[in-house]
């Protein structure tokens, strides 16, 4: 028998406001993918969600107009920089699907907004996205929860394997994506990251979708078998409807590393801003600190921007001078990013 398929919309909406990365979501969207049974936690509390719909085959011409017009009904943004993220489509990422229920190809798009006030049917609020991947911020420090919980549990979860070369390729692993034992710490791995938390049963998703889908064959269980008890284990960040933690971790990744090669981070900018606006947001989507110097020096001398002779009475002390996005770098130039510049990797040590 044919498995019937849907194709859900997905839609990661991003804006840096006062250096706070903030993603969109929603509590209560009311369609066909939004059962009720999946969009709360065990205690009966809404879950977030990032807006979603299915697509309507008959009425939208196209995949990403029918995501704008979810986005548009549930939060009342009209979206302008869109890109398309990636499809997920694996097996029995939708619950019902083991019932009999259809299997879910969800088309994800990556969208780049200035916070703005929201309304419609679905409980819209900005949420930072580090609240849901706490270990991805070194802005300031190490992130403690690194050290306190989550290298202390994967250890335990790499001395569960069974055999030694196992348990050499799953220290391997951890050592690389969490930039532990000499490893060096790569921004650009948060899908991965989230990936080996969830398999390793320390995010709250891997529990709830445990209990989902406890008729799942013996065969589509995780590749290798260290898992300890969830009752010892810590639920690391705050968890989200179905896969959109997943989604979400896809996108801060793309997004990290498309900043030093297309010059998206202008998208969350006002027409006008300073340097040192500029260089916040940059740090706050790439969780690190930027050497000032070196990148002005990248930003100028890139033709990033230009000078617009005004300055910011806002600024504190010696007003700061306003620039604007210099779009003619787009002709000049095949991959006009800010890059990471003289980011501070001390902080590792």
Partial sequence: ????????????????????PRILTVKRPDHSLALPGEMVSEDGAFLDALPFGPLDARADPTLELGLRGWVREQTGIELGYVEQLYTFGDRNRDPEEHEGGARVISVAYLALVRERQLFGAAEASWRDWYGYFPWEDWRLTRPSIIDREIAPSLAQWVAAASQPATRRRCQ???????????AAWDEERVLERYELLYEAGFVAEKARD???????????????????????????????????????????????????????????????????????????????RLHKQNFRRLVEKGGLV??????????????????????????????????????IRSLES
Avoid at 13 to 20: H, S, W
Avoid at 230 to 254: F, K, V
Wanted: proline share 7%; hydrophobic share 40%.
């Fill in 306 to 343: 230009e000078r617009t002779g005004q300055f910011d009475p806002e600024t504190g002390g010696r007003p700061a001078e306003l620039f604007r996005f210099r779009r003619e770098v787009l002709r000049e130039r095949l991959a006009p990013g800010v890059g990471l510049p003289g980011a």
């Fill in 172 to 182: 391997e692993r951890v050592d690389i994506v969490f930039g532990l034992n000499g």
């Fill in 1 to 20: 028998m044919t498995t019937p398929l849907v194709i859900g919309l997905n839609a990661a909406i991003v804006a840096v406001t006062q250096e706070v």
């Fill in 210 to 288: 445990r209990m989902l889908r406890t008729k799942l064959q013996p065969g589509s269980q995780n590749r290798h078998s260290p898992s300890p008890s969830q009752t010892e284990t810590p639920s690391l960040g705050r968890p989200m409807a179905l896969d959109h933690r997943r989604i979400l971790a896809t996108a801060l990744g793309r997004l990290r590393g498309k900043i030093k090669y297309r010059p998206v981070v202008f998208e969350l900018l006002s027409s006008t801003f300073t340097l040192l606006q500029l260089q916040r947001v940059v740090e706050a989507l790439a969780g690190v």
